[in-house]
C-alpha cells in the first residue's frame, strides 16, 4: 500500500520540470561557448564555428532518430554509426557509377529503412534491442568492408555537391537539414498519434498493451526513422567530402548516444524531447571541438566526454527522483 | 502445541498512517514463543502494514514494540533480522542459478573459507532435514525446484540465521494441495523447536489446522486475539466481516436489460471445468474467489489476453471469441488488471494522458491528436468517475493509491464500453476510496454499462454485485443472485475445499454439504 499525498504544487513542478530541462541544457550550450571562447580565441573563429556546427549537425540528426529509440524504453542503437557508413558507401558509389544525386540518396537511404525495420521487428517481437543492435552493427560494418575490400571509394562528383556545402543565408546546409528534422520530429512526438504512442510504450509497455496501443508497429516505425536518420548523416558526409570510407563515422555511436543522454532523455523511455536531443548533441560536437583546439589526446577527450555524459544522466536522474516522489 | 508459552513479541497501540490513510490505528498484536498465531484480515485491512513494521521496512507513527520483555525499535530490515524476525517471502529471495546449498549460506558469514560442493552440502544437509526436505540434493540448483519446495529452502534458509519468528505471508497461496500439508507440516515443526509462527492467510480453513491463536485486522485496527479452540468457522467469518455494509455500497440494479455477454462452454488456462455465463445490460456480475481461483482467467480469456481453448464468447450477439485485446477494445470492451502499477497506469504522465490512452483514435484524425478533443474526452471521463479535473495535470504516480485506482479504471469510459472487466477493482485502495469506486461502477452500470469483476474480497462481490459467481480452484461453484447469498456461504465456497481436501484436517471438521 504505497499512498502518496497529492498536493497542488506538484503539477506545477512537473510542468515546469521540461522547462527547467531546456533551460538547463541552454545554459550548458551558453557556458561552453564562453569557456571555450576564452581559453581558445580560435574556437569562435568562423571557420571554425561552421565546423563545429556541422558536426553538431551530423551528430544531432542520428541522435534525433535514435531519440524515439530510447523514448520507447528500447534504450539505444548501437548500429547507428554502421548504418551510417553503409548509407555513405552505396551512396558513393553510387554517384562514383553515374547515378543521378537523387537516385544515390533515395536507394541508400531506402536501404537504411530496410536495416532499422529489420531491428525494429527482431525487438518488437522480444529480442533486447542492444544484442539486436550491437549485432547488425557487426554485420552491417562486415558488409561494408566487404564491399568496399576496406578501401576508400571516390564519388567522382567533378563540381562540389550543394548537398554538402550551400550554404544559404550563410548557414551550412547541413544545419538546415538539422533545424527542419528537429522541428518535425517535434511537432511528430507532440502530435501525433505515434508520437505518442512512442511515449506511452516507453512510460510502460504493459500498460500501453493493455490499452491497445499498436505496440509493434510503432516500435518498428521508431527503429526506421532511427536507422534513416543515420543514413542521412552518410549521405550528407559523402556530399561533403565526395567520398566514403568504412572508418569514417568512428565513435559516432559514442557521440550519439552521449547527445541523447545529455539531453536528458530518460534511458528507461516515455520522457524526453528532441529539440534537447538537439542541444546536448550540440553540447556534445562543442567540447568534442574545443578539446581537439586545445590539443588534447584521445584518452583524455574519452574521460572528458564519459564524465560530462554520467553527469548529466545524474543530475536529470536526481531531478526526476525530486519531482516525482 | 504450547497453549501457555511466555509473550515473546508484544506491540501496543501502533499506528501508522500514509498521507491521509491510516493504515494501522491503535493497533496490539502479541506472540507467545511456540505459537503459530493466524493472522486474518481483509484486503487493505492493515496486515501488510504489519508485517513490513515487524520485518524493518517501515517505522510505525507511535506504539511500542517489546521483544523477550524488551522495548526494540526495529528501523531497518537489517535490526528486524538481528532481533531474529524472518519474512518468508512471497517473491523468494532465492537465487536460482546457484545451489541450494550455496543459497543457504549466501550471505551468512558462517562459513569461512572454500565452498567446496561436498562442504557445503554437508552443512546444509541438516538445515534440509528439518523442514521435511530430506530427499532433497543440496546441490540441485535452486531453479528446478518447485514453489513449495522453494518456500521450503527459503525457511532452512532462515532456520540457519537463527530466527525466532517466522512470518508466512499467505505461505498457501500458489502452492498444490500436496505442498500445503508439507508447509504445514513444517511449520509444526518449528513451533516444536520452540520457534514462532505468525501465519498470514486468506483461507479460512487452514487456521483450524495450524493456527493456535488468530488476531483479526479490521479497516486497520485489531480485535483481541482469540484461541482458536474458541471459535468455529461462523463466529470467525462474522469476526472478519463484521461491519457496516449499509454506506458502503450503492444499492443494486432495479431491472436489467437484455442479455449482453454470453459466455458458452468456456475453457481456459486457469480454469478446471468449462464455465457459462450470460451479463445482461446494466448488470454487476461478481466473481469470488482467490487467487488462483480461476475467477480472473475467465476475463483475460474474453479479452482475449489469454487463450481460450474452447467456448463461445459473444456480445450482443457478435462473435468475439477470437478477438485480441485491440480488437475487443474497439467492440467496447475495457479489460483492468488487478495489478495498476504493471499493466494499469503510465505513472510518469499526466492523469490526462492515462485517461485517453484506450482511445487516442477518438481524439486524432489522420494520426493527428487534436488537444482540445483530448481534454473534453479526458474532462467527461473526469466528471463520470468523479475525479476531480483539476489533478488532470498531475503525474498519475504522484496520486494515492485510491486516485491512482481511478485512473486505471476510469480510463475505460473514454472507449465508451459496452463491457467492463475488472479485476481487484479495488485493491490497496482505501476505505473512503472504495465507497466511491463502488458508487462510480453502479451508477455505470444504471446507464447501461455491464460489469463483470473478480475479486477476493467478499463483502465486496457481495455488496457490489446483481450476481454472484463463486470459484474454488478452477472450478465454478455457484451461481445466485446476491441478495440470495450469505456472506458465510460465499466464505465457505471460496476456502472450504481446501479444508475437506487436504489430508490433515485435525483440529476441524467442515462438513462438505454445500
Given at each position: 500500500?504505497s499512498?502518496?499525498?497529492?498536493?497542488?504544487?506538484?503539477?506545477?513542478?512537473?510542468?515546469?520540470?521540461a522547462?527547467?530541462?531546456?533551460?538547463?541544457?541552454?545554459?550548458?550550450?551558453?557556458?561552453?561557448?564562453?569557456v571555450?571562447?576564452?581559453?581558445?580565441?580560435?574556437?569562435?573563429?568562423?571557420?571554425?564555428l561552421?565546423?563545429?556546427?556541422?558536426?553538431?549537425?551530423?551528430?544531432?540528426?542520428?541522435?534525433v532518430g535514435?531519440?524515439?529509440?530510447?523514448?520507447?524504453?528500447?534504450?539505444?542503437?548501437?548500429?547507428?554509426e554502421?548504418?551510417?557508413?553503409i548509407?555513405?558507401?552505396?551512396?558513393?558509389m553510387?554517384?562514383?557509377?553515374?547515378?543521378?544525386?537523387?537516385?544515390?540518396?533515395v536507394?541508400?537511404?531506402?536501404?537504411?529503412m530496410?536495416i532499422?525495420?529489420l531491428?525494429?521487428?527482431?525487438?518488437?517481437?522480444?529480442l533486447?534491442?542492444?544484442?539486436?543492435?550491437?549485432?547488425?552493427?557487426?554485420?552491417?560494418?562486415?558488409?561494408?568492408?566487404?564491399?568496399?575490400?576496406?578501401?576508400?571509394?571516390?564519388?567522382?562528383?567533378p563540381?562540389?555537391?550543394?548537398?554538402?556545402?550551400?550554404?544559404?543565408?550563410?548557414?551550412?546546409?547541413?544545419?538546415?537539414?538539422?533545424?527542419?528534422?528537429?522541428?518535425?520530429?517535434m511537432?511528430?512526438?507532440?502530435?501525433?498519434?505515434?508520437?505518442r504512442?512512442?511515449?506511452?510504450i516507453?512510460?510502460?509497455?504493459?500498460?500501453?498493451?493493455?490499452?491497445g496501443?499498436?505496440?509493434t508497429?510503432?516500435?518498428?516505425?521508431s527503429f526506421?526513422?532511427?536507422?534513416?536518420?543515420?543514413?542521412?548523416?552518410?549521405?550528407?558526409?559523402?556530399a561533403?567530402?565526395?567520398?566514403?570510407k568504412?572508418?569514417?563515422?568512428?565513435?559516432?555511436?559514442?557521440?550519439?548516444?552521449a547527445?541523447?543522454?545529455?539531453?536528458?532523455?530518460?534511458?528507461?523511455?516515455?520522457e524526453g524531447?528532441?529539440?534537447?536531443?538537439?542541444?546536448?548533441?550540440?553540447?556534445?560536437?562543442?567540447?568534442t571541438?574545443?578539446?581537439?583546439?586545445?590539443?588534447?589526446?584521445?584518452?583524455?577527450?574519452l574521460?572528458?566526454?564519459?564524465f560530462?555524459?554520467g553527469g548529466?544522466?545524474?543530475?536529470?536522474?536526481?531531478?526526476?527522483?525530486?519531482?516525482?516522489? | 502445541?504450547?497453549e501457555?508459552?511466555v509473550?515473546?513479541?508484544?506491540?501496543?497501540?501502533?499506528?501508522?498512517s500514509?498521507?491521509?490513510?491510516?493504515?494501522?490505528?491503535?493497533?496490539?498484536?502479541?506472540?507467545?514463543?511456540?505459537?503459530?498465531?493466524?493472522?486474518?484480515?481483509?484486503?487493505?485491512?492493515?496486515?501488510?502494514?504489519?508485517?513490513?513494521?515487524?520485518?524493518?521496512?517501515?517505522?510505525?507513527?507511535?506504539?511500542?514494540?517489546t521483544?523477550?520483555?524488551?522495548?526494540?525499535t526495529?528501523?531497518?530490515?537489517s535490526a528486524?533480522?538481528?532481533a531474529?524476525?524472518?519474512?518468508?517471502?512471497?517473491e523468494?529471495?532465492?537465487?536460482?542459478?546457484?545451489?541450494?546449498?550455496?543459497?543457504l549460506?549466501?550471505?551468512?558469514?558462517?562459513?569461512?573459507g572454500?565452498?567446496?560442493?561436498?562442504?557445503l552440502?554437508?552443512?546444509?544437509r541438516?538445515?534440509l532435514?528439518t523442514?521435511?526436505?530430506?530427499?532433497?540434493?543440496?546441490?540441485?540448483?535452486?531453479?528446478?525446484?518447485?514453489?513449495?519446495?522453494?518456500?521450503?529452502?527459503?525457511?532452512?534458509?532462515?532456520m540457519?540465521?537463527?530466527?525466532?519468528?517466522?512470518?508466512?505471508?499467505?505461505?498457501?497461496?500458489?502452492l498444490?494441495?500436496?505442498?500445503?500439508?508439507r508447509?504445514?507440516?513444517?511449520v509444526?515443526?518449528?513451533t516444536a523447536?520452540?520457534?514462532?509462527?505468525?501465519?498470514?492467510?486468506h483461507?479460512?480453513?487452514e487456521?483450524?489446522?495450524?493456527?493456535?491463536?488468530?488476531t483479526?485486522?479490521?479497516?486497520g485496527?485489531?480485535?483481541?486475539?482469540?484461541?482458536?479452540?474458541?471459535?468455529?468457522i461462523d463466529?470467525?467469518?462474522?469476526?472478519?466481516?463484521?461491519?457496516?455494509?449499509?454506506?458502503?455500497?450503492p444499492?443494486?440494479?432495479?431491472s436489467?436489460?437484455a442479455?449482453?455477454?454470453?459466455i458458452?462452454?468456456?475453457?481456459?488456462?486457469?480454469?478446471?471445468a468449462?464455465?457459462?455465463l450470460?451479463?445482461?445490460?446494466?448488470?454487476?456480475?461478481?466473481?469470488?474467489?482467490?487467487?488462483?481461483?480461476?475467477?480472473?482467467?475467465?476475463?483475460?480469456?474474453?479479452?482475449?489476453?489469454?487463450?481460450t481453448?474452447?467456448?463461445?464468447?459473444?456480445?450482443?450477439?457478435?462473435?468475439?471469441?477470437k478477438a485480441?485485446?485491440?480488437?475487443?477494445?474497439s467492440?467496447?470492451?475495457?479489460?483492468?488488471?488487478?495489478?495498476?502499477?504493471?499493466?494499469?497506469i503510465?505513472?510518469?504522465?499526466?492523469?490526462?494522458?492515462?485517461?485517453?490512452s484506450?482511445?487516442?483514435?477518438?481524439?486524432?484524425?489522420?494520426?493527428w491528436?487534436?488537444?482540445?478533443?483530448?481534454?473534453s474526452?479526458?474532462?467527461?471521463?473526469?466528471?463520470k468517475?468523479?475525479?476531480?479535473?483539476s489533478?488532470?495535470?498531475s503525474?498519475?504516480?504522484?496520486?494515492?493509491?485510491?486516485?491512482?485506482?481511478?485512473?486505471?479504471?476510469g480510463?475505460?469510459?473514454?472507449?465508451?464500453?459496452?463491457v467492463?472487466?475488472?479485476?481487484?477493482?479495488?485493491?490497496?485502495?482505501?476505505?473512503?476510496?472504495?465507497?466511491?469506486?463502488?458508487?462510480?461502477?453502479r451508477?455505470?452500470?444504471?446507464?447501461?454499462?455491464?460489469?463483470?469483476?473478480?475479486s477476493?474480497?467478499?463483502a465486496?462481490?457481495?455488496?457490489?454485485?446483481?450476481?454472484?459467481?463463486?470459484?474454488?480452484?478452477g472450478h465454478?461453484?455457484?451461481?445466485?443472485?446476491?441478495?440470495?447469498?450469505?456472506?458465510q456461504?460465499?466464505?465457505?465456497?471460496?476456502?472450504?475445499?481446501?479444508?475437506?481436501s487436504?489430508?490433515t484436517?485435525?483440529?476441524?471438521?467442515?462438513?462438505?454439504?454445500?
Amino acid at each position: 500500500m504505497s499512498t502518496i499525498v497529492e498536493t497542488a504544487a506538484k503539477p506545477r513542478l512537473v510542468m515546469s520540470r521540461a522547462k527547467a530541462f531546456n533551460v538547463a541544457l541552454a545554459v550548458g550550450v551558453v557556458v561552453v561557448l564562453i569557456v571555450s571562447g576564452l581559453t581558445q580565441p580560435e574556437f569562435l573563429s568562423a571557420d571554425n564555428l561552421v565546423a563545429t556546427v556541422r558536426a553538431a549537425a551530423l551528430i544531432g540528426i542520428a541522435a534525433v532518430g535514435m531519440t524515439f529509440i530510447t523514448l520507447t524504453g528500447n534504450f539505444v542503437s548501437l548500429s547507428t554509426e554502421q548504418t551510417a557508413v553503409i548509407t555513405a558507401i552505396l551512396c558513393a558509389m553510387a554517384l562514383g557509377a553515374g547515378w543521378p544525386m537523387w537516385a544515390a540518396v533515395v536507394v541508400p537511404l531506402a536501404v537504411a529503412m530496410v536495416i532499422g525495420a529489420l531491428q525494429g521487428i527482431f525487438v518488437a517481437l522480444g529480442l533486447n534491442s542492444i544484442i539486436t543492435t550491437l549485432g547488425a552493427g557487426a554485420a552491417i560494418f562486415g558488409i561494408a568492408n566487404v564491399i568496399t575490400n576496406s578501401k576508400t571509394i571516390q564519388a567522382r562528383v567533378p563540381d562540389p555537391m550543394w548537398l554538402g556545402t550551400a550554404r544559404p543565408l550563410g548557414i551550412p546546409i547541413q544545419v538546415w537539414i538539422f533545424v527542419v528534422l528537429v522541428l518535425i520530429t517535434m511537432v511528430v512526438l507532440r502530435k501525433t498519434s505515434f508520437g505518442r504512442t512512442v511515449k506511452m510504450i516507453g512510460s510502460n509497455s504493459n500498460t500501453a498493451r493493455s490499452s491497445g496501443l499498436r505496440i509493434t508497429r510503432a516500435v518498428v516505425a521508431s527503429f526506421i526513422i532511427a536507422s534513416v536518420f543515420a543514413g542521412i548523416c552518410g549521405v550528407l558526409l559523402v556530399a561533403q567530402v565526395n567520398q566514403a570510407k568504412t572508418l569514417n563515422f568512428t565513435g559516432f555511436n559514442i557521440d550519439v548516444v552521449a547527445a541523447v543522454l545529455v539531453g536528458g532523455t530518460a534511458i528507461q523511455g516515455g520522457e524526453g524531447s528532441t529539440l534537447r536531443t538537439a542541444l546536448g548533441a550540440i553540447v556534445i560536437a562543442m567540447l568534442t571541438n574545443y578539446m581537439l583546439l586545445a590539443q588534447y589526446e584521445y584518452g583524455t577527450r574519452l574521460i572528458i566526454t564519459g564524465f560530462v555524459v554520467g553527469g548529466a544522466v545524474i543530475a536529470f536522474n536526481w531531478v526526476r527522483g525530486k519531482s516525482s516522489s | 502445541m504450547t497453549e501457555t508459552g511466555v509473550s515473546l513479541l508484544d506491540m501496543k497501540n501502533i499506528s501508522k498512517s500514509y498521507g491521509h490513510v491510516q493504515a494501522l490505528q491503535d493497533v496490539s498484536f502479541n506472540l507467545r514463543s511456540g505459537e503459530v498465531m493466524a493472522l486474518l484480515g481483509e484486503n487493505g485491512a492493515g496486515k501488510s502494514t504489519l508485517v513490513k513494521l515487524l520485518s524493518g521496512l517501515i517505522t510505525p507513527d507511535s506504539g511500542s514494540i517489546t521483544l523477550n520483555g524488551e522495548p526494540r525499535t526495529l528501523g531497518t530490515p537489517s535490526a528486524a533480522r538481528a532481533a531474529g524476525i524472518a519474512v518468508v517471502q512471497q517473491e523468494f529471495s532465492l537465487v536460482p542459478t546457484l545451489t541450494i546449498a550455496e543459497n543457504l549460506f549466501l550471505g551468512s558469514g558462517d562459513v569461512r573459507g572454500l565452498w567446496t560442493g561436498k562442504r557445503l552440502a554437508n552443512l546444509a544437509r541438516p538445515l534440509l532435514d528439518t523442514v521435511g526436505l530430506e530427499d532433497l540434493d543440496p546441490r540441485r540448483f535452486v531453479s528446478s525446484l518447485s514453489v513449495g519446495e522453494l518456500q521450503l529452502v527459503e525457511i532452512a534458509r532462515l532456520m540457519g540465521r537463527n530466527a525466532e519468528i517466522f512470518i508466512l505471508d499467505e505461505p498457501t497461496a500458489a502452492l498444490s494441495d500436496v505442498e500445503i500439508v508439507r508447509v504445514m507440516q513444517v511449520v509444526k515443526r518449528l513451533t516444536a523447536m520452540g520457534r514462532s509462527v505468525i501465519y498470514v492467510t486468506h483461507r479460512l480453513g487452514e487456521v483450524f489446522q495450524i493456527a493456535d491463536r488468530a488476531t483479526i485486522f479490521r479497516n486497520g485496527r485489531s480485535l483481541d486475539p482469540v484461541p482458536v479452540s474458541e471459535l468455529t468457522i461462523d463466529t470467525l467469518v462474522e469476526r472478519l466481516l463484521g461491519r457496516h455494509l449499509g454506506e458502503m455500497y450503492p444499492p443494486r440494479a432495479a431491472s436489467l436489460g437484455a442479455p449482453r455477454l454470453e459466455i458458452k462452454d468456456l475453457s481456459t488456462p486457469g480454469l478446471s471445468a468449462p464455465i457459462s455465463l450470460t451479463a445482461r445490460q446494466g448488470e454487476i456480475v461478481g466473481l469470488a474467489g482467490q487467487m488462483g481461483s480461476g475467477a480472473s482467467s475467465v476475463l483475460r480469456s474474453v479479452m482475449g489476453i489469454s487463450f481460450t481453448s474452447s467456448g463461445t464468447v459473444h456480445l450482443d450477439g457478435t462473435d468475439i471469441t477470437k478477438a485480441n485485446r485491440q480488437k475487443a477494445i474497439s467492440m467496447g470492451v475495457g479489460y483492468c488488471s488487478d495489478d495498476r502499477k504493471f499493466d494499469g497506469i503510465f505513472q510518469l504522465q499526466s492523469v490526462m494522458k492515462n485517461l485517453s490512452s484506450a482511445a487516442i483514435n477518438r481524439f486524432s484524425t489522420a494520426g493527428w491528436l487534436s488537444n482540445s478533443r483530448e481534454r473534453s474526452l479526458a474532462g467527461q471521463v473526469a466528471s463520470k468517475f468523479a475525479f476531480d479535473e483539476s489533478r488532470l495535470p498531475s503525474n498519475a504516480g504522484n496520486l494515492s493509491g485510491g486516485n491512482q485506482q481511478k485512473v486505471a479504471v476510469g480510463k475505460w469510459l473514454a472507449i465508451s464500453p459496452k463491457v467492463l472487466l475488472v479485476e481487484e477493482p479495488t485493491r490497496g485502495v482505501d476505505v473512503g476510496a472504495r465507497a466511491e469506486i463502488y458508487r462510480n461502477l453502479r451508477t455505470l452500470a444504471d446507464e447501461g454499462l455491464t460489469i463483470i469483476f473478480a475479486s477476493s474480497d467478499m463483502a465486496e462481490v457481495k455488496g457490489l454485485s446483481d450476481t454472484v459467481m463463486t470459484f474454488y480452484r478452477g472450478h465454478l461453484i455457484r451461481v445466485l443472485p446476491a441478495g440470495e447469498i450469505t456472506d458465510q456461504q460465499m466464505m465457505l465456497d471460496v476456502t472450504h475445499a481446501s479444508v475437506s481436501s487436504t489430508p490433515t484436517t485435525d483440529a476441524v471438521n467442515l462438513s462438505d454439504e454445500v
